[in-house]
């Protein structure tokens, strides 16, 4: 949980043992002569993979060091404690880091169709229905505040439950994902690369986030600190429209991408197959639509008392990096 990090007794020589931090070779575009550096915050690889096979950096000024984290809350924490330099989530992490007081604007949003993001229960498993999960235990992946969790709480109230009628346990994806191999848990609210393996070790979907179930938009985030500095501003600009070209290729190359994503992260080629075709489809400015979107989440997520204090969505952009 992410919880007034700004108070967190979280050193920073602990933090950076969570995570594998250094500069790709196919990222140092600019040369050793480049005195901007973009620490770049990531999950699963992901978007490391996506700008190295896309070939998106070549040609950039500027050095990128990745920062890479199993899930969003540890990578809030590395930007809090100034060992990134940006954020890259769904909504509601982000939305969670920021009532948490984590220092950062969300300076360019993501977008996707929501199916990355489901429940999914095992294959024998009785609960046919989101009513039928009126007393059950759900396991929500990874910490309070996923994008997971927000998926669960919309349907159960689009289905007349409240979030009270379910028992949530938190467990990280990895953990989640033994747990749920091994018969352990038996409905599981998860997204990405997590979801499609557990749908292939004897998970069955019960329902996923399409249909604006979730609002489908992500954020790249970065630091205040990061945001004061024009040069490091100017790079993470830059970043944007190569990140959106990367993306733009994904939807022409979707078998080089899933290529990639077994090479660097070692997934199943049909896993990867899976996680290509559900990556994010753009890179959008921060309009007044994508923040009217986003606060419905932020609103039904404080209504439940998952998101205390209540977020303005729009106060916590920087529109001024991607216009």
Known sequence: MIRRLATAALSLTALLALTACGADSSADASGSGSRVTLTLGDQAKTLQTLVNASGALKGAKYR???AEFEGAAPLFQAVQAG?????????????????????????????????????????????????????????VSSAKGSIA?????????????????????????????A????GKIDVWATFGVYQAVGLQQ??????????????????????DK???????????????????????????????????????????PAIAKTLASAA???????????????QD??????????????VDVAKSADTSVLK
């Open 64 to 66: 990128v060091k990745w």
């Open 83 to 139: 060992a990134a330099d940006t954020t890259y989530s769904a909504d509601l992490p982000a939305l969670q880091a920021l009532s948490g007081g984590v220092k950062f604007k969300n300076v360019a949003a993501l977008k996707n169709d929501g199916h990355h993001t489901g429940i999914i229960v095992r294959e024998d498993s009785d609960v046919r229905s989101v009513k039928d999960l009126k007393g059950r235990k759900v396991v």
């Open 149 to 177: 969790e927000y998926l669960l709480a919309n349907v159960l109230e689009q289905n007349g439950l409240k979030y009270s009628d379910v028992k949530v346990q938190y467990l990280l994806p990895t953990d989640a994902q």
């Open 179 to 182: 747990a749920f191999a091994s």
């Open 202 to 223: 004897g998970g069955r979907l019960l329902i996923d986030g399409a249909d604006g179930r979730i609002s489908g938009y992500g954020f790249i985030g970065a630091s």
């Open 226 to 268: 990061a945001l004061a500095d024009p040069a490091k501003k100017a790079a993470l600009g830059d970043f944007l429209k190569r990140l959106g070209t990367a993306l733009t290729w994904t939807s022409t190359h979707q078998d080089a991408y899933a290529d990639a994503i077994v090479e660097r992260n070692g997934a199943d």
């Open 280 to 294: 994010y489809s753009k890179v959008l400015p921060i309009t007044p639509e994508v923040s009217s979107t986003v």
């Open 297 to 310: 989440v932020a609103d039904l997520m404080n209504g439940i008392g998952v998101l205390d204090p209540n």
